[in-house]
C-alpha cells in the first residue's frame, strides 16, 4: 500500500496537469539591472574603457587622427597642429558634457551617469586641454595660430552655450550642420593659412569627402538623439525630417562621400566608404544601445587612417 501511494506521487509530480507534486512558485523574472550586468560581464573590456569615452577621450583621439589622416592625403604637414586638435576637442567636448542639458538625459543615459562619477576628471582635462591650446602656439613661436586658437574656440562651444542669448543648438538645422563644418575648418583652416596649402579641385573633393564623412557621423548620431531633441525642443535635422527620411539621408550622404573619392581618383577610399558606412546605415534601422554609437559611430573617424594604414600593408605585402 505504502509504495502504490509513492508510486501515485511521483505520477503526480511528472504530469503537469496533475494537481498533485505541482510546484505553485512561479519562474522568477530577470531584472533589467541583472540583465545589464550580465551583458556587461560578457564584454569586460569594453565596460573597463567606458570611461575614455565618458571623458571623451575616444572622439578626440579620432578628430586628431582624422585631421593627421588628411594632412598626408592633401600634402600639408599635420605635427604642428595635432596637439592643438586633440586637445581642442576635448576642451569642447567635456565642456559641454560638464553643463548639464536635459535632452541628454533622455538621449545618452548611461554616459550622463558615468560622467557624473567622472566630474572632477573632467575637470581635469578640461583644464589640461586649455593649458595645450595656450602652451603650443608659445612654443611654436606663432602667435597667429595662438589668436586663431583663441577666436575659434568660443566659436565652438557656442554649441553648448548660449551666445547672443542662444546655443547654436537651438538654432533649427544648425545642431546637425555646426560640428561637421566646425571640425572641418579647424582641420583646413590652419594649412591654408599658415603652411600655404593651395586651394584646388582635389583639395575641394577631399573636403567634400571629410565634410560626407563627418556629417555621416552627426546625423547617426542626432538620430539617436531625436526624442530627446523633441521633448526638448530641439529641431535637428532628424526631427525635421523624421526617422524614415533620416535614413534615406544617410545612404545619400554615402553616395556623396563615394563619388567624392571617386571624383579624387581614390577608389579604395570610394570602396572603404560604402563598405564600412553601410552596414551602419543599416544598423540605425532599429534603436541600438549607447555602445553603438560610442565605438562604432564615433569610430568612422578612424576609417582614413585604417585606409592608409591597409594601404600600406599592401605595398609591403607586394614589395
Not at 509530480?13 to 539591472?33: A, D, W
Not at 575616444?58 to 582624422?66: L, Q, R, S
Not at 543615459?109 to 595656450?134: N, Y
Amino acid at each position: 500500500m505504502r509504495d502504490a501511494l509513492v508510486a501515485s506521487t511521483n505520477v503526480g509530480v511528472l504530469l503537469p496537469s496533475s494537481k498533485v507534486g505541482v510546484s505553485r512558485e512561479r519562474p522568477r523574472k530577470t531584472s533589467s539591472l541583472e540583465t545589464r550586468s550580465f551583458k556587461h560581464a560578457r564584454w569586460p573590456l569594453l565596460e573597463a574603457l567606458r570611461p575614455v569615452h565618458a571623458l571623451h577621450i575616444y572622439g578626440a583621439v579620432g578628430i586628431a587622427v582624422f585631421g593627421w589622416s588628411l594632412g598626408h592625403w592633401t600634402g600639408f604637414v599635420s605635427t604642428a597642429f595635432l596637439p592643438l586638435w586633440l586637445a581642442g576637442a576635448l576642451v569642447v567636448y567635456n565642456l559641454d558634457r560638464l553643463k548639464r542639458d536635459p535632452a541628454d538625459s533622455l538621449n545618452t543615459p548611461e554616459r550622463v551617469r558615468r560622467h557624473a562619477l567622472l566630474r572632477r576628471w573632467s575637470w581635469a582635462v578640461t583644464a589640461a586641454g586649455c593649458a595645450v591650446l595656450l602652451l603650443w602656439p608659445l612654443w611654436l613661436r606663432n602667435t597667429p595660430l595662438l589668436l586663431l586658437t583663441a577666436l575659434a574656440l568660443p566659436l565652438a562651444l557656442a554649441y553648448s552655450f548660449p551666445f547672443l542669448g542662444a546655443r547654436v543648438k537651438d538654432i533649427p538645422v544648425l545642431k546637425t550642420l555646426f560640428a561637421p563644418l566646425v571640425v572641418l575648418a579647424a582641420v583646413l583652416a590652419p594649412p591654408i593659412l599658415f603652411q600655404g596649402l593651395t586651394v584646388n579641385s582635389a583639395l575641394l573633393m577631399a573636403a567634400g569627402w571629410s565634410w560626407a564623412l563627418l556629417m555621416f557621423n552627426m546625423v547617426l548620431c542626432d538620430l539617436r538623439d531625436i526624442e530627446g531633441d523633441r521633448a526638448a525642443g530641439t529641431r535637428s535635422l532628424p526631427v525635421l525630417l523624421g526617422e524614415r527620411r533620416t535614413r534615406h539621408l544617410l545612404w545619400l550622404i554615402i553616395a556623396a562621400g563615394a563619388i567624392c573619392a571617386l571624383l579624387h581618383r581614390w577608389p579604395i577610399l570610394a570602396c572603404a566608404t560604402v563598405a564600412a558606412l553601410s552596414p551602419l546605415a543599416f544598423a540605425a534601422h532599429r534603436r541600438r544601445d549607447e555602445a553603438f554609437y560610442e565605438w562604432l559611430a564615433e569610430g568612422t573617424l578612424f576609417l582614413p587612417a585604417l585606409v592608409e594604414l591597409g594601404k600600406h600593408l599592401a605595398h609591403h605585402l607586394v614589395a
